[in-house]
């Protein structure tokens, strides 16, 4: 890897690292929290195993382990990594199943396409290409200095990436770009009642347009992918790729247009920006510079 790219990927992974401070009593309320977890957590397995419940033996080792890992879960008290691997390994060892039943949803097909998800919405985060998607779409002549058109081309962005990531990572990728939007056209407008509204509409539609593009493809969000195979064992119900979509994305169209319909009702009637400040929006595409070699690669 080429030292200015290391560079920037590090520069990038510092600021994700960042992003989530506390303060000291936030942090001393979370090693309490994780304290408890440590302790309460095996406590609560034993109490269960121990507890004369009318279950089955199997199902009575299940319910105790699921309790546990309810406990981690809610505690953090280990990482959540950590924590879903606990659970088919007591499983094994309480003898509830099987190791290659318990190992078996691991190899799951849909596993590899969270994965591949996962790596595609770090791949857009490292290089910028959220960026210059979002950017990129709200310069067009098109958009303008219309605030509606402005919301719904930023929120449209947010639904269409989010049809191939997931939600809470579009929305933790645009959020960041939306208040930097918002920061340039209402600049020195801070306190008027419809740069407000402007503002809130535009935070909102980046978290909305996220959950309503997730519906768009099996791979949007992961409740799609465990439907589709729950469907299929449970069933034998084979639902493709672009049959889901052939129900999803009319959906999302529908959604999304109900979702810019009511903002332009209720936040941005009578609002008017300036040219100057659309132009600055240009200006943040124009530093970006030419597409690179890894948003390319990342695009295709």
């Not at 600021?15 to 942090?27: D, H, M, R």
């Not at 719904?152 to 962005?157: H, K, Q, S, Y």
């Not at 493809?217 to 299929?232: A, F, H, Q, R, S």
């Given at each position: 890897?080429?030292?200015?790219?290391?560079?920037?990927?590090?520069?990038?992974?510092?600021?994700?690292?960042?992003?989530?401070?506390?303060?000291?009593?936030?942090?001393?309320?979370?090693?309490?929290?994780?304290?408890?977890?440590?302790?309460?957590?095996?406590?609560?397995?034993?109490?269960?195993l121990?507890?004369?419940?009318?279950?089955?033996?199997?199902?009575?080792?299940?319910?105790a382990?699921l309790?546990?890992?309810?406990?981690?879960?809610?505690?953090?008290?280990?990482p959540?990594?950590?924590?879903?691997?606990?659970?088919?390994?007591?499983?094994?060892?309480?003898?509830?199943?099987?190791?290659?039943?318990?190992?078996?949803?691991?190899?799951?097909?849909?596993?590899?396409?969270?994965?591949?998800?996962?790596m595609?919405?770090?791949?857009?985060?490292?290089?910028?290409?959220?960026?210059?998607?979002?950017?990129?779409?709200?310069?067009?002549?098109?958009?303008?200095?219309?605030?509606?058109?402005?919301?719904?081309?930023?929120?449209?962005?947010?639904?269409?990436?989010?049809?191939?990531?997931?939600?809470t990572?579009?929305?933790?990728?645009?959020?960041?770009?939306?208040?930097?939007?918002?920061?340039?056209?209402?600049?020195?407008?801070?306190?008027?009642?419809?740069?407000?509204?402007?503002?809130?509409?535009?935070?909102?539609?980046?978290?909305?347009?996220?959950?309503?593009?997730?519906?768009?493809?099996?791979?949007?969000?992961?409740?799609?992918?465990?439907?589709?195979?729950?469907?299929?064992?449970?069933?034998?119900?084979?639902?493709?790729?672009?049959?889901?979509?052939?129900?999803?994305?009319?959906?999302?169209?529908?959604?999304?247009?109900?979702?810019?319909?009511?903002?332009?009702?209720?936040?941005?009637?009578?609002?008017?920006?300036?040219?100057?400040?659309?132009?600055?929006?240009?200006?943040?595409?124009?530093?970006?510079?030419?597409?690179?070699?890894?948003?390319?690669?990342?695009?295709?």
């Amino acid at each position: 890897m080429r030292p200015d790219i290391d560079r920037e990927m590090r520069k990038f992974h510092e600021a994700a690292v960042s992003v989530e401070t506390y303060s000291p009593a936030e942090e001393l309320f979370n090693r309490r929290r994780r304290t408890v977890g440590l302790f309460l957590a095996p406590a609560l397995l034993l109490a269960l195993l121990i507890a004369p419940l009318p279950l089955d033996p199997p199902a009575h080792r299940l319910a105790a382990i699921l309790a546990m890992m309810v406990v981690l879960w809610v505690t953090e008290a280990l990482p959540l990594a950590v924590t879903a691997l606990i659970g088919p390994v007591l499983a094994i060892v309480f003898r509830v199943v099987p190791a290659r039943t318990a190992f078996a949803p691991f190899a799951d097909p849909i596993i590899f396409l969270f994965i591949g998800s996962f790596m595609l919405a770090e791949a857009m985060f490292v290089h910028g290409l959220d960026r210059r998607i979002a950017f990129g779409a709200l310069s067009s002549k098109l958009v303008g200095t219309s605030p509606v058109r402005i919301l719904a081309v930023f929120g449209g962005v947010s639904a269409l990436i989010s049809m191939w990531i997931s939600n809470t990572a579009t929305t933790a990728m645009m959020f960041p770009i939306g208040l930097s939007i918002v920061a340039h056209l209402t600049q020195g407008r801070e306190g008027e009642k419809g740069s407000r509204e402007f503002a809130t509409a535009m935070m909102l539609i980046c978290a909305f347009g996220a959950s309503i593009g997730g519906i768009g493809t099996p791979i949007g969000t992961p409740p799609n992918l465990i439907g589709i195979g729950m469907l299929n064992r449970i069933v034998g119900a084979d639902i493709t790729f672009f049959r889901w979509m052939l129900l999803g994305v009319p959906v999302v169209a529908a959604l999304f247009g109900f979702l810019v319909v009511y903002f332009h009702f209720r936040s941005l009637r009578g609002l008017t920006l300036e040219t100057s400040r659309a132009d600055q929006i240009a200006e943040e595409l124009r530093r970006l510079g030419p597409l690179s070699t890894g948003q390319r690669n990342t695009l295709i």
